[in-house]
């Protein structure tokens, strides 16, 4: 079954990725419709060999026969365009962080939890970058050992911020200047991703510490982050303790992992394997290593958790939903 298919945001960082995936993917498409904010109107892309040209997104644009529509293009044009995608009947997968946390639209990362689609009502949100990759390898531990607490650092890319975090590290190898962060991000990290909330911690902390109770439908998880930007082009690094109910051996644990679908163990100190953020760019893997016992809790693990957050952190994730929507057509 072929789909008529929308991208809207397609000339960001995110959106381009879209094609790329779609195509590597080889996403059954019939008609292709790419929708941008009106500065890229005219703009043309190439997909599949064929020319398209970007429309401006317009309260017109769902009156297309379009089924799925796959959004990165900020939580305000989300927030407004969404529902009119969904009154003309069109499926949303939407990577804003604008409707993650609403009761009754399901956050799927695939491997983790297909089963929540199954109750969307027109709009599927796609989870944040980090919350994603660590969320993959967490499901199968929580299965067999039962997570009491988590505790998230991440050392995030700056394409998290799109091109203008980008441009940000680049610039300051030269004067040290951001227009996008607070300080220079070059040989520098910022423990400021997102803005502050009332309780001392960014949005982007609050945002993996309720995507993960959701994602995972666990609200007794115990989980607190911290959310850093580091001087990265492509990759989001996390380090992940965690703190089981059940007592484990460490070897039952890299089983459980070794297994885990969408998961890549790299892990052999001796011959310093352990994931990179330059080897997870271009993949769609979450890799995971540094497996080690906390010695410092009576059931806890550390582990280093790294994945592309342009791929399996947005685009590949959002069009694997459309994959699980596909099925059900
Ligand atoms: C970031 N996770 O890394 C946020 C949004 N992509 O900036």
Not at 150 to 158: E, F
Not at 221 to 227: M, V
Not at 313 to 324: H, S
Request: aromatic share 8%.
């Amino acid at each position: 079954k072929k789909v008529n298919l929308a991208i809207v945001g397609a000339t960001g960082m995110v959106g381009r990725t879209f094609l790329k995936i779609l195509e590597e993917r080889n996403f059954p498409i019939n008609q292709l419709y790419l929708f941008a904010s009106a500065k890229s109107k005219g703009k043309k892309v190439e997909f599949r060999g064929k020319e398209y040209t970007v429309e401006e997104l317009t309260e017109e644009s769902f009156k297309k026969d379009i089924d799925i529509a796959l959004f990165s293009a900020g939580g305000s044009v989300s927030k407004k365009f969404a529902p009119i995608a969904k009154e003309n009947d069109v499926i949303v997968v939407d990577n804003s962080s604008a409707w993650r946390m609403e009761k009754d639209i399901p956050l799927v990362v695939p491997e983790v939890n297909p089963q929540d689609i199954n109750w969307h009502n027109g709009i599927i949100a796609n989870p944040n970058c980090s919350t994603i990759q660590c969320v993959v390898p967490l499901k199968p531990l929580h299965d067999t050992f039962k997570i009491k607490r988590i505790v998230y650092s991440t050392y995030q890319a700056v394409s998290g911020s799109g091109m203008a975090g980008m441009k940000d590290l680049e610039n300051g190898l030269k004067g040290m200047d951001s227009e996008n962060y607070p300080h220079p991000i070059a040989f520098n990290c910022l423990p400021h991703i997102d803005v502050f909330m009332e309780n001392g911690y960014t949005k982007e902390e609050m945002k993996m510490i309720e995507e993960t109770k959701k994602i995972l439908n666990d609200y007794e998880l115990k989980i607190t982050a911290t959310t850093v930007r580091v001087p990265v082009k492509y990759g989001h690094s996390v380090s992940v303790n965690i703190e089981f109910e059940k007592p484990f051996e460490l070897e039952e644990v890299y089983k459980v992992l070794e297994n885990a679908e969408g998961v890549v163990v790299e892990d052999d100190v001796n011959s310093n394997l352990y994931p990179l953020q330059i080897n997870a760019e271009g993949t769609d893997e979450v890799y995971v290593g540094r497996i080690r016992r906390d010695f410092s809790i009576e059931n806890g693990i550390n582990m280093w958790v790294v994945a592309d957050n342009i791929r399996k952190g947005a685009a590949t994730n959002t069009v694997q939903i459309a994959e699980l929507l596909l099925k059900k057509m």
